[in-house]
């Protein structure tokens, strides 16, 4: 408890107070008092100027919702002591005609949801107080002016008049424009003292018609309309919406900050800013940020007018006016508390700042997000510095992020075609067809097709549509705009404030410099560059920097997990071992089946009636499997390399247009009648529960005897040519310990054949799939005859939750944000359901076979919240596609951390 | 140990003897010694005279396949030992040229396998020994005649000269087909001594010509190649084929009985017979048998010749000559012999015996088959008898067995053309299409045909084709031929001997006065009349006799478990009601969109674009709905009803074919086009896991709102019409506990509405299919919104074990038929598997909810091992079709009483 605290000992703390160089809370109270409020309590125990507030807690958001959208009677005794508190601080009073306390009330929750939930600011003031504020600032318009914009959000945020969808009228903005018209001015800085007062005249008419209440001239009841709307903002459709999208609990709820109104539009001495400890896009160590003078906070997030560089580190024309050259102190003050916060956090911080009359208030400091090249940049550093160790740089780097790093930028020496430049706000290449709304955007996208959202500016609503597109392009807001921000959490590539650009949302079109882009049309854009470009322009894979060496090295040295890669070519191979792969982890054949001639002889394999027939087609199947595997064992070079046998049902083979079918008929010198007829007797009605893995080389064992034969003659063709070679045969789809046990003495068989007749010695192993829930479930007998499991995680949660993944289009996105599901099970893996077989198939297997080693090679491999928990399964090693290889190894080094961290 | 048994203590004993009054084994070793052995060395310890003789074990079956069909070196002795105890015994020498010792080879497993496995008889003949037993006997011919018979048979069974395939020919027939031929006769019994001696010099030179050995002359070597070959016939194609249909595990091995011979055919007061205590298909306490004079044992089951019955209280004609007529002495031993064995083994025996030159010698007993009829007369009337007491009772009764009861029988006024008359082998009704081959039986039965086998005689390679048959009609064999004693077991129709047509398996027809049956005509078998009908007779649901009610009062005395039923139709739960069903385990909703007008509105519904449409179409389907569950809650009569929402997905609604998709558009008055569009739009690549279930209430909330409705106004209407009724609302395919907490809440709102509107109490509960893997998985957290589970185990089976059932026809035969599974897993519960997530299921959820009503209605429901799993795993109940709600009631009943012994 803190001290002088009038909150009785027996009650619930749910206030917490800041401000005056001390405070409750502290950083490491981020899922109490939100993110917002813990840096605000931390700022102040550090000595920073922070103006004086309190948080409540994010508990008492739960506890409201509990409660049925009620308070808890303690809460009220604990807010009266706040607002003293502030008062006490900043030597003001809430209500007072002479000198009155203004307040902003805002949302934070533990993770930042920017722009997601309402705010209400100049708080506190009414008819009398407004006068004391025109008093005290010396300035009768910005008083007015505070007041009027106060009654309009109060109207939109706390009373619900804020238009509900695009053809809705905003009764605000509706009286503005009669009052401007009438006034014979356009923009609302014209507007004079007499005009603000009819301002707020018209709009408290506008509520009393509207909902037929009295704007409420009580501060103290509009304080407690607006946290009543911050804590009813959680559950709002926008914040549920982005909730989903970013994987966050919804039952996390958000705080509430009472803070101290400062004004950075007081005047040309005061002013606002954003700014970065570093550069959130290059990672560069140079102070960064952006301001504008006389200007609120939101003006600059919101994008309405383009900021000025805060000093000339920042990219920037000489010409333009830095906070720098025209307030050197307050600069100066700014460049000491970044410095402090950045030294105390020990991490790059997004700050916020007003300064007021000359000086200068900390509103905001957070963790900054960056780009994954800066991430990576920053955390190198900061091990160079000394600020922080390896394993705290190997932690720093969110695995998903790398993401951006290792996909396709634009080739260089490709033909471009530029068109437009903006801000670089978000790294990458996109190309897409043009879309000009978000809801366009989220429906050509579910349509297949590749968007890039082209907005003036964006905004909360956009957020689905952002999520669709390729890319952004926006006309206005700088580096810290909506979009920017947006963009970057997204790791969506994003060009912001390209102004060049006339965006027609009507015409559905953008004009600049006489090209029309139309809805449609293919545009590329570089985040990196601001370059926005006609067409669809080639990419090429990206260089990666010595940081990303320097961290995966790291990684390597903490990781004790094992990552593999799925890869079905030599080419493949390749790329996923330069991406650091210690093995293949699923080589699926049935890939190598549809290449060149392979498929004739395939066929021909399907249409015989007898095993004479298909012992003669796979007769020609065997030279060519054989060569692919020389391929890959070859550029493994003795990496252990995981090949599974055919999978697929046989129909995946046969061609279903009667077109295609009659070429084949021709082809194989049949009649069209038999090929359909063969077509027919071989379709299923649920092929994923069909005749497909080991039920193909049980009933026709002639293919796995080509299939084993060809692996073991690659195997040892090369092992006699001095090449390591360690084949590992993996049987698909067994759900019985019996299947297994046919196929593998089938296959150690053919093995030892093998062997013996080109007198080489080969170590292979022979082990299953666990991707059916019965094996996972008799994962004991089944280990009895494997010597490896392989957990297939994409068939295992299609089974294990009776969704198929083809078909669950029609209800899985729905669930996703209906909440019923947490996120979609085919990218996260469900640990709760999925994850039991999984630990379930380790324990038993392992319970029979001590040594068994046990890997996952569905595409959950390469995703970091799945890594983890294969870690803490106690898996040997992970495998997913080569591009995903250095996230699996960066999840994997940060599983084993954590899981030091735990003991 | 036997007393006097020169086996070492040290030593395993592995060769158990019996006759002379005492034995080393008894009946309750049948596992160890086989039925046959245990009960040759029960009869031995009850001074029946039985042949003397030792068993070899079981064990040593599965020791020998252990040691890669070897031998441990302890069996040697062993085996000299009982060699030493029969000649002791008989008092003879085995290889004495003056006293020769014979002996029979046999099988005998745990479970009586008829003719699947080898004999080998009159074993110990050779050039010098034959010299012997002719001058014994003092029959020349007798003595050759069985030399030549063992040396063919020999050939045959341990130097494996049997033809594989009936194109091949049996040397030793064509042999005997010269030397008749050259005989100038035509039957084997037309031979004489000097022939015989002729064939067994010319089997011998066959022999030495095709294995290129000599026929050993030396008795043991002779035994221990019969000992090999009855070992090796265990795992003969056809005895594995046979325990794969009736389940017998590949694991129990045979054991092998080595016994002295005894001769019935040493004349005419020589015989040989089989009989039942009670009359096996009636049940009648009459003894019950035939004989043969001058017979081996063998000729009888054959069906070579047709035998005589051994008494006049056996249907027969007063003209017959009867044992008891013939050789009253002997019948008489027979007489009290049966009644010892009856009483004390206090059930039906099947016994076997031989007389040789007028002394009885008893060759078998065994618990007799019998009809499910003859079961429930014979357990009842021993009952009356205090042989055994009802718990006894109810577990004598085959559950399986009942089924023969609950289906329909002929309409005794339906129109039959009787064409003929044979013997009522086995009771029951069937219709089939004529087929004349074993193997043609079973591929028609493939194509979905029903068949009838039509044999002269039946042999054990036919059981396929037998299984695949509805019924069974043989020209030759009597009640207890190969073909009467098989399909009694399978349960099925069998009219035998009917020795009035003449097959001819060239034209592939049979002709009896004049009428002639072609292949493929049909024609109906009355098994417990023995009629042959021209055409398909109709049938009638069979009256249910007084001692069925009797069992089945018992069986509920002792049952602890519900039995429900799966019931969509007030008449379909009328007939389970009458069967004994204690409520609606499942009601499918989905079938009731089917009928008449309402599949319009249906179609209606799934091609609406909006929620209106929608709503208009489900608001015509409401009444009808109402209305099915007026009528079923009627007929249940206050039991509880638990109802299905609709479960498949909807394009299972819709026509996939374009004539009728053409007739829909015209009925609907829209385009093909939007029809063809739609039902595109609805198309699934795995339906099984695709959009259904719950996943339709929830992405159309109004099709759960419709029927919750439906249900809760059908109730509320019939409570205030002073009916009880109890529904058990069940929402299908849930996952994860949001989609039941969704549909939960909305069916909640739904009822409490009706409720509140018809101010009547009606007490519903809401609860769940466990049917997809990852709900047994959490049920825990299902249970805290369900109220009841209820194990859908068609498609938990299908979803553990990634099996379609559509689909599994390419491969499940085959896994049955390879052992790789016991059981066809849809039809057996897969305990191993499937029963882990049950009982997790039920373990987990009754953790959250103490009081969790657990139920099973997948089809297993009805099957009886699955039903004792059922109990073991603490259902309350199980839900099975209305034919197989006895079978439940009574499988229930054992598993109690099991439960019990186990304690």
Chains 1, 2 share one sequence.
Not at 25 to 31: H, P, T, V
Not at 481 to 489: E, F, I, L, T
Not at 725 to 732: C, N, R, S
Not at 826 to 832: E, I, K, M, N, P
Request: with cysteine; glycine share 10%; aromatic share 6%.
């Amino acid at each position: 408890m803190a001290k002088g605290s009038k909150v009785s000992t027996k009650e619930k703390k749910y206030v917490y107070k800041f401000g005056g160089n001390k405070a409750d809370g502290k950083a490491e109270m981020k899922n109490l008092l939100g993110g917002k409020g813990a840096n605000l309590a931390e700022m102040s125990n550090l000595g920073i100027p922070v103006p004086a507030g309190f948080t409540i807690t994010t508990e008492m958001c739960t506890v409201y919702y509990k409660m049925n959208r009620n308070y808890p009677k303690e809460l009220n005794a604990q807010i009266k002591a706040g607002i003293e508190h502030i008062e006490k601080v900043m030597g003001a009073e809430f209500g007072s005609e002479d000198n009155p306390l203004l307040v902003s009330v805002r949302s934070g929750a533990r993770i930042s949801m920017p722009g997601m939930m309402d705010t209400v600011l100049n708080l506190g003031l009414n008819d009398k107080t407004v006068l004391g504020l025109a008093e005290q600032s010396g300035n009768e318009r910005f008083a007015w002016d505070a007041y009027r914009r106060f009654v309009q959000m109060y109207g939109d945020v706390v009373l619900d008049l804020k238009p509900k969808s695009k053809t809705d009228i905003d009764p605000f903005e509706e009286i503005m424009d009669e009052v401007k018209k009438e006034a014979g001015v356009k923009l609302d800085v014209e507007l004079g003292v007499d005009e603000l007062k009819e301002l707020v005249k018209r709009f408290k008419a506008a509520i009393k018609e509207r909902k037929g209440i009295d704007f409420p001239e009580d501060p103290w009841k509009q304080l407690w309309g607006a946290i009543e709307a911050v804590f009813g903002s959680w559950n709002g459709e926008r914040a549920i919406k982005y909730r989903n999208i970013n994987k966050i609990p919804h039952d996390w709820g958000t705080a509430v900050n009472v803070q101290s109104m400062v004004y950075g539009n007081m005047g040309d001495d005061s002013g606002t800013g954003v700014a970065f400890t570093r550069n959130p896009a290059t990672g560069e160590r140079k102070f960064y940020g952006e301001y504008l003078i006389n200007a609120q906070g939101e003006d600059v997030v919101a994008g309405i007018r383009t900021p000025e560089p805060v000093n000339h580190s920042t990219k920037s024309s000489p010409d333009q006016q830095t906070l720098e050259d025209i307030m050197p102190a307050a600069y100066k003050t700014l460049e000491n508390i970044y410095k402090k916060l950045e030294n105390h956090y020990r991490d790059m911080q997004d700050i916020e700042f007003t300064i007021q009359k000359g000086k200068l208030w900390m509103l905001q400091t957070r963790t900054g997000k960056r780009t994954a090249a800066a991430a990576l940049r920053i955390a190198v550093d900061m091990v160079k510095e000394k600020l922080i160790d390896e394993r705290t740089a190997v932690l720093r780097i969110s695995p998903d992020q790398l993401d951006q790093l290792l996909h396709p930028m634009f080739d260089p020496k490709a033909e471009k075609e530029v068109i437009a430049k903006g801000l670089p706000a978000s790294p990458g290449a996109a190309a897409g067809q043009a879309v000009f709304h978000a809801d366009e955007a989220e429906a050509w996208a579910a349509d297949g097709k590749k968007v890039i959202l082209i907005r003036i500016e964006t905004s909360p609503e956009d957020i689905g549509g952002m999520n669709a597109a390729q890319g952004i392009l926006t006309a206005r807001g700088g580096m810290t705009s909506h979009a920017a921000v947006v963009a970057r959490g997204m790791g969506k590539c994003c060009v912001a404030g390209c102004g060049e650009i006339n965006i027609s949302y009507k015409e559905k079109q953008f004009e600049v410099k006489g090209t029309v882009i139309k809805e449609g049309d293919w545009i590329s854009l570089d985040g990196s560059t601001g370059q926005v470009m006609k067409g669809q322009v080639a990419t090429i894979q990206p260089e990666l920097s010595g940081n990303f060496g320097t961290v995966m090295k790291w990684a390597d040295k903490y990781r004790t997990m094992g990552v593999r890669t799925n890869a079905d070519t030599p080419k493949d191979s390749q790329v996923a071992r330069d991406f650091g792969a210690e093995g293949i982890g699923l080589c699926r054949t049935e890939h190598m089946f549809f290449e060149g001639d392979r498929i004739k002889a395939v066929r021909e394999m399907i249409l015989s009636d007898d095993l004479a027939g298909r012992k003669k087609a796979l007769a020609k199947l065997l030279p060519m499997q054989k060569g692919d595997f020389v391929g890959i064992f070859k550029a493994m070079k003795g990496l252990p390399v995981t090949i599974r046998l055919l999978d697929p049902p046989l129909h995946e083979f046969v061609p279903h247009e009667e077109a295609q079918q009659k070429e084949m008929a021709d082809e194989m010198g049949v009649s069209l009648d038999k090929i359909k007829q063969k077509i027919a007797s071989l379709h299923e009605f649920n092929p994923m529960l069909g005749h497909r893995g080991c039920r193909l080389g049980i009933i026709f064992p002639e293919i796995t005897e080509m299939q084993a034969r060809a692996i073991m003659e690659a195997a040892c063709e090369l092992k006699k040519q001095g090449v390591n070679v360690k084949p590992e045969i993996m049987v698909p789809l067994v759900g019985e310990v019996g299947e297994l046990k046919n196929q593998e003495q089938l296959i150690r068989k053919v093995a030892e054949e093998t062997i013996k007749k080109t007198k080489t010695k080969v170590a292979y192993m022979v082990g299953t799939m666990i991707e059916i829930p019965r094996a996972a479930l008799t994962a004991d007998k089944i280990a009895e005859v494997a010597e490896f499991f392989s957990f297939g995680t994409n068939d295992l949660t299609q089974m294990t939750m009776g969704l198929s993944r083809d078909d669950a289009g029609k209800f899985l996105p729905a669930y996703v944000e209906m909440g019923i599901y947490k996120a979609d099970p085919f990218q996260v893996l469900d640990q709760t359901g999925v994850g039991q077989l999984v630990e379930m198939g380790v324990k038993k297997g392992r319970s029979a076979r001590k040594d068994l080693k046990c890997g996952i090679c569905g595409e959950h491999g390469g995703e970091p919240s799945s890594v983890e928990f294969c870690y803490r399964a106690g898996l040997n090693y992970v495998s997913c596609s080569p591009y995903r290889v250095p996230i699996a190894r960066l999840a994997a080094a940060q599983a084993a951390l954590k899981g030091k961290k735990q003991k």
